[in-house]
């Protein structure tokens, strides 16, 4: 029995490395490409959803949103309706299953995409308010409608809005349409703020309004 117990142990150790330290409570967290490339990153939470946002080189967001499961027997996860971002942005192939294999490498969990190359998403620090920070910006011409979804964690939302010399208005809603801020139909002079306190949003609707079909805006917001 206790040869039994010594062989399973050094199988989980060549696997994991230690794989007394790794569970899936320990799995939650933000990832980052190859440990410091914050610019890719990975966030699973414990409800077992997962946001994959990408920062490209202008500075522009994109991110999808899906489900992952941890099978502890193959020491792998399964993200569910996966893809994964080139310098541009999202890549042109359709979103698929991506098993990634569990190491624990030197205090560290890795969710490996090339073992061969050594090439992974490290996990850098548990999940908090401060690290889930994203900052997606819009801009545009007349009336018009965007979209964001979000996963229901985001618990502050930093509104930076300008409609320049033409009257604006943009009114926010949230998944259930239900009304949670309006500027008024109005013209600024510089960039204004507001900051809007957010409980268990997963979508919000921006809608601009104008007189002017030629009418210049732009917003921002930042979620945390």
Not at 46 to 63: A, M, S
Not at 131 to 155: A, R
Request: aromatic share 14%; proline share 2%; with cysteine.
């Amino acid at each position: 029995m206790k040869k039994l117990i010594l062989v399973v142990c050094i199988i989980h150790f060549l696997i994991l490395g230690c794989s007394s330290k790794l569970n899936t409570e320990n799995i939650p967290g933000k990832y980052c490409f190859n440990r410091n490339n914050s610019r890719d990153s990975i966030f699973l939470f414990k409800n077992n959803k997962y946001k994959h946002q990408y920062i490209n080189r202008d500075g522009k967001l994109f991110f999808i949103e899906g489900e992952w499961e941890y099978d502890s027997l193959n020491s792998e996860i399964l993200f569910k309706d996966f893809t994964f971002f080139n310098e541009e942005g999202p890549d042109e192939l359709p979103r698929g299953n991506w098993f990634s294999k569990v190491n624990y490498v030197n205090d560290e969990i890795r969710l490996m995409y090339s073992s061969e190359n050594n090439i992974y998403f490290s996990k850098v620090n548990s999940l908090n308010e401060s690290n889930l920070s994203s900052i997606v910006k819009f801009s545009g011409n007349g009336n018009q409608t965007k979209e964001l979804n979000l996963i229901g964690y985001e618990k502050v939302l930093k509104l930076s809005y300008e409609f320049y010399k033409e009257s604006d208005e943009l009114i926010i809603y949230d998944q259930n349409e239900k009304e949670i801020y309006k500027t008024g139909l109005r013209a600024t002079t510089k960039p204004e703020t507001y900051i809007l306190k957010l409980s268990e949003i997963t979508k919000l609707v921006f809608k601009i309004n104008s007189n002017d079909s030629a009418s210049k805006w732009k917003f921002s917001v930042e979620l945390k």
